[in-house]
């Protein structure tokens, strides 16, 4: 035990002290910060404001309110001038007071909106958001006063475009709404990649760290000092504790942006949302996705703490004796990407599974895909926002736990032949052969 | 008493057998050669003893009790083919090993310390160890077998990659150890070595051993009954119609003896053609002589 911790403590420092670990555990969130600040920036300068002329010759609209954009961007003046006067004017885009100006013809038909059609000109070209936005205005005005027409008041115009939606609840779980499940399926998916990537990034890690040593040969000199299987262990739990570290360090720095960094600049989540074009259209709007936020309170964040790193730690144990043993295996030049066919499928195949577990968290394919081994740290770490019963979490975590023993004990037996056969290109085969070969 | 004990060591791999039945002993204190041409199963055997493989029969003692884990610590080796971790530093590198054989870090360090001091290289010790050339990391690598003061110490191909000046460095240390009461398996296919070092050898070859004993003792198993005289004056015609001369040179000459004569009987025959005799010595084979000889005859 004394030597597997001796090796945990160098693969841990040597790891954690070189450039590229302090330059990735800064860069990555640092890099975040100026992607969210950059994107707002540019949304910010690219909205620009936008003062809107209308000129309307058909004087249908003279009692009608075209309201102006929360975000700024768009301001509606109706004024009284010619369009064909104000139109001139705008190429003078320093002293004209509009940006744009929109002709409702004289002979506008409010049943027939299409022909004769409004029309707008432009010197300064509006975005995509800005057109959109000044089309549903224009779309809102003209229902509105159809509906007048036909002697509809204001509130029952409201309720008529009022979408119908089934209020689901949940009967296991009073507060699981619409809302509810869309935050659960947000954080459920960041919890999946998070474990996917960490699988990949430092099972990776593992398996260079092996080839490292069988190729530089210094693993005989440890061999006759410690067990192969200490030896092993020592690596994993060392590069473990190594990603353990990074990623606290990344939280704890992204909470630092999010909470400090990016308010200091002016921005928040909300508005990140508000200058995204799509959100402004009929997928997420910004009050939904707020709700989506105020629900993360809701999920069973407890439970998910606890229960995000036994399934972290499960999935690197299980996976990261198996790159090691791939390691060991592979050539001094590491030219046999193959023999990492095996390992890499079931982690790309439970990554396919957790996306289906956030729409259909109960699944037959979510429920098997949580209890084996090979797919539970990705797929189940996506279903623990939809609060899997507890029986099922209990059984997937006792599976897990055989998983990685199992795995360990065949990679340990691998692990031992590989790293002291130099000089032979491994097959599949031979590895399987190796498991039952005698030390 | 034998430090180390091999009784019937059988391994086989796949398709060959790498040990066949191997048995030997290595008296304490001794140099110990093992010796055997390339694939013969020596690096099998010494991984054996390392605990890096097991056998699939027999058994190994070391002092007298059954080899087991516990006595890695007390075993130093130093393989052919080594390595370090590049991006370690010296200092922390040698300290590692040294507490993967049981030492405190504490007990460590001071060994480190007298050893980098010893080689007069204590302003290596925060190089990383790739700034190195392949013969400091020899030195390195030497420390990190001898750090933990072990009681075997078993050194396969040590002088490959070294200077003469590092080599005969080295050399002394082994000389020094095994005063200490060290014993010394050392595994080389320099034969002038193996003469110069090593009190006892074993040769195997294809995973059998063909050939145990001291080097003076082997050497004189194997003699042929040649001799070498020198002298002054000349050989008369017809002199050594009767013996088998095998180099002539004037005022020298090399012959081999039927197994029933006896070096006396030549000298006698100079002595009494009134020639005078300036050296008269046995030639011995080598142990390379010995070596080729064996191996080919197996």
Known sequence: MNKIFIIVQREYITRVRKKSFLITTLLTPLGFFLLMASSAMIGNYSQGKADVAIVDDSGLFKDVVFPDAEDQSVYFHKVGDKFEHLSGKLSDKEHSAYQAVIHIPANFNI???????????????????????????????????????????????????????????????????????????????????????????????????????????????????????????????????????QCILWVLLMALIFMVGLPLIGISAGSQASHMPQMKGADIDPDSFAAVIANISQLPLFEMAILFPVYFLGGFLLYGSLFAAVGAAMGEDGDQQSLMVPITIPIIIS???????????????GFWGSLIPFTSPVVMSSMLPFRPAWWQIMLSIALLIGGFIFTTYIAARIYRVGILMYGKKIRLKELGMWIFAKA | MALLA?????????????????????????????????????????????????????HIFFNGEALSDKHTEYIGYMPEERGLYKKMRVGEHLIYLGRLKGMTHQQARESVDFWIKKFEIENWYNKN?????????????????????????????????????????IEEEIHRMSGEGKTIIFST????????????????????????????????????????????????????????????????????????HHGNELLKLFIDNNIEVTLFSEELPSINEIFIRQVQAN
């Open chain 1, 111 to 245: 049943n027939n909106p299409t022909n004769p059609m409004m029309s707008g000109v432009y010197m300064v070209r509006p975005g995509v958001a800005k057109r959109q936005y000044i089309n549903e205005r224009m779309s809102d005005a003209v229902s509105k006063l159809r509906m007048k027409m036909l002697h509809i008041d204001e509130e029952t115009q409201e309720n008529m475009q009022k979408k119908v939606e089934v209020n689901f609840t949940s009967l296991s779980n009073d507060k699981e709404n619409k809302q509810y499940a869309e935050a659960a399926g947000v954080v459920g998916i960041i919890m999946g990649i998070a474990i996917y990537i960490s699988l990949f990034f430092y099972g990776t890690m593992i398996m260079k760290g092996v080839m490292e040593e069988k190729t530089n040969r210094i693993v005989e000199v440890l061999t006759s000092s410690v067990k192969p299987f200490q030896l092993l262990m020592g690596k994993i739990i060392g590069v473990g504790a190594v990603g353990l570290t």
């Open chain 2, 6 to 58: 091999l009784q019937n060591i059988v391994k086989q791999y796949e398709k060959y057998r790498a040990s066949d039945d191997v048995s030997f002993k290595i008296p304490k204190g001794k140099i110990f050669g093992l010796l055997g041409p390339n694939g013969a199963g020596k690096t099998t055997l010494i991984r054996m003893i390392t605990r890096i493989l097991y056998p699939d029969s027999g």
């Open chain 2, 129 to 169: 160890i790739e700034e190195l050339s392949k013969g400091m990391s020899q030195k390195v690598q030497f420390i990190a077998t001898v750090l933990h003061n072990p009681e075997l110490l078993i050194l396969d191909e040590p002088f490959s990659g070294l200077d003469p000046l590092n080599s005969k460095l």
């Open chain 1, 351 to 365: 990554f396919g599974i957790a996306l289906n577990v956030i729409n259909n968290p109960d699944s037959p394919l």
């Open chain 2, 189 to 260: 296919h320099r034969m002038e070595q193996v003469e110069e070092i090593c009190d006892e050898i074993v040769l195997i070859n294809k995973g059998k051993k063909i050939l145990e004993g001291s080097v003076k003792e082997l050497k004189h198993r194997f003699k042929e009954n040649k001799f070498r005289v020198c002298f002054n004056g000349e050989i008369k015609n017809g002199l050594l119609d009767n013996v088998n001369v095998l180099e002539q040179r004037p005022g020298e000459v090399v012959v081999k003896f039927n197994v029933e």
